[in-house]
């Protein structure tokens, strides 16, 4: 009998263990590697070791210039809060979109969800690179997307809200940017969604119409509520790639479109600075981590406090 407790409880940490060997080899240790390098100096083909042997004696130079010079730059500024911005409307659009797809998902019969749900994942079947060059023949010169767009004189209505540069030209413009982006991760909130919805109970929703609640209000104060998580957990999982995003700003975005990850490309391949491409990897991920981190904190706390009630 004991034999057996000591396989379960070394089963139990085996299986906790693992995924935090995952994170510990393909998360933590690169993020080290990175950070490492945003330290160091850069040489005439590499960049030089932080810890060096003079004299017998052990010597660590760490160089914080590229993260002084971060925060005076303009430019990296600029391209931080853009990207932000970019993966915060992404996740806007991709939400006002995927909810009443995902809503329509999980209160179709039984018989058609898998249909529905295959139709969804459908472009994962498809080279990504593939999807975005889509994009740029649709939106285009003779694409009919552009072509629909002109005909509806949405481009007039576009280009005065400014994001497109002058009637019918779509490409190279944050429009072109936003639907490459909406267009790509828009699954990724469809998804979490649909499983959210599909587990409701809903008897809670005939009951709310039993005691004379509207369908309106109905949605608002219990379906919408009762699909947090899934909203959270979508919107996570769009606006986390959104920020870093490179490939579709660099095939679908113009140069007033910058986002960090062009940026990054730049510094690594361009200019051959990789103690500041480093240090720009760096901040992305503190940005991104550090909020998500205390969220999740707070969440975990006013779980335990809604459990102890």
Not at 248 to 270: N, Y
């Amino acid at each position: 009998m004991m034999r057996l407790a000591g396989w379960l409880k070394r089963g139990r940490t085996a299986v906790i263990g693992m995924p935090f060997l995952w994170l510990i080899v393909f998360f933590l240790l690169p993020f080290l590697v990175v950070l490492k390098i945003s330290v160091s100096e850069m040489g005439t083909v590499a960049v030089n070791d932080i810890l060096a042997i003079k004299d017998g004696a052990a010597q660590l130079t760490l160089r914080a210039t590229t993260y002084i010079f971060l925060t005076h730059d303009e430019l990296y500024i600029k391209t931080y809060l853009s990207s932000l911005k970019y993966a915060a409307i992404t996740t806007v659009f991709c939400l006002l979109i995927g909810y009443p797809f995902a809503y329509f998902m999980a209160r179709a019969k039984p018989t058609a969800q898998p249909i529905l749900l295959m139709l969804v994942m459908l472009p994962f079947w498809t080279s990504f690179l593939l999807r975005v060059y889509a994009w740029k023949g649709l939106l285009g010169e003779g694409g009919w997307v552009a072509d629909l767009l002109i005909g509806l004189h949405v481009d007039t209505l576009l280009a005065g809200l400014g994001v497109i540069p002058s009637p019918g030209k779509f490409m190279n413009s944050p429009f072109s940017l936003t639907i490459g982006m909406v267009y790509t991760y828009l699954p990724f909130m469809i998804l979490p969604l649909y499983s959210n919805l599909s587990k409701m109970d809903l008897r809670l929703l005939e009951a709310a119409a039993d005691l004379g609640a509207k369908p309106i209000v109905g949605f608002w104060k219990i379906t919408v509520p009762m699909s947090k998580a899934g909203i959270i957990a979508g919107s996570m999982l769009v606006f986390i790639p959104c920020v870093g995003e490179y490939v579709i700003p660099e095939i679908l975005g113009g140069p007033e479109t910058l986002m960090i990850g062009r940026v990054l490309s730049d510094e690594f391949f361009s200019n051959n600075d990789w103690p500041m491409a480093s240090t720009v990897a760096v901040v992305m991920v503190l940005l991104i981590v550090v909020p998500l981190a205390i969220f999740n904190r707070y969440q975990a706390q006013a779980q335990a406090q809604e459990s102890r009630r």
